[in-house]
T-cell receptor, first 113, second 110 residues
Framework: DAGVIQSPRHEVTEMGQEVTLRCKPISGHNSLFWYRQTMMRGLELLIYFNNNVPIDDSGMPEDRFSAKMPNASFSTLKIQPSEPRDSAVYFC???????????FGPGTRLTVT | AQSVTQLDSQVPVFEEAPVELRCNYSSSVSVYLFWYVQYPNQGLQLLLKYLSGSTLVKGINGFEAEFNKSQTSFHLRKPSVHISDTAEYFCAVNFNKFYFGSGTKLNVKP
């Protein structure tokens, strides 16, 4: 299996622009997680889905952030409008049924100038 | 509530020396415990996990961890480290969702 796939790997954008991060989970996994990693705050869970349904979005920082999972093989995390403080590495992870282990993607490094 | 504490933010050690990275958690219920490793500019990779059974868990790259319920700890150990072990290590607890520690940066010196 190719593992969790994230795109793009790097994104540089200007403040105020819309940013969309993409994730393809491992086939057969039914849970998907979005994390943000920064030096100041470490790894933070933003939102997670189970069977394509958002279960807990309490970590989403504000209304500028939104996430969707239209089907079992694709999810997006959108930031609109983006701000410099959104600069971070964003990870997607997926998890198979009946297994607590999460499998992480390589991350998207976002820089907002 | 669940939480994870990694007591050391950085651990310097010489090559071939033993190392222990400490992790304590707080939980009122049974949990699953994990250690992940993150190499520079990469994602997180599972080192080992404790779900049940033997309290001594062996993982990849010669690492092992021991689950101690009475001390609510899950310390990671390696008897002899390599330069290639230089990375950041995260302890995590799973109860419905993951709670990560703040990470420990292991710096192996020649």
């Amino acid at each position: 299996d190719a593992g969790v796939i994230q795109s793009p790997r790097h994104e540089v954008t200007e403040m105020g622009q819309e940013v969309t991060l993409r994730c393809k989970p491992i086939s057969g996994h039914n849970s998907l997680f979005w994390y943000r990693q920064t030096m100041m705050r470490g790894l933070e869970l933003l939102i997670y889905f189970n069977n394509n349904v958002p279960i807990d979005d309490s970590g989403m920082p504000e209304d500028r952030f939104s996430a969707k999972m239209p089907n079992a093989s694709f999810s997006t995390l959108k930031i609109q409008p983006s701000e410099p403080r959104d600069s971070a590495v964003y990870f997607c992870a997926s998890r198979p049924p009946q297994d607590p282990e999460q499998y992480f993607g390589p991350g998207t490094r976002l820089t907002v100038t | 509530a669940q939480s994870v504490t990694q007591l050391d933010s950085q651990v310097p050690v010489f090559e071939e020396a033993p190392v222990e990275l400490r992790c304590n958690y707080s939980s009122s219920v049974s949990v699953y415990l994990f250690w992940y490793v993150q190499y520079p500019n990469q994602g997180l990779q599972l080192l080992l996990k404790y779900l049940s059974g033997s309290t001594l868990v062996k993982g990849i790259n010669g690492f092992e961890a021991e689950f101690n319920k009475s001390q609510t700890s899950f310390h990671l150990r390696k008897p002899s480290v390599h330069i290639s072990d230089t990375a950041e290590y995260f302890c995590a607890v799973n109860f419905n969702k993951f709670y990560f520690g703040s990470g420990t940066k292991l710096n192996v010196k020649p």
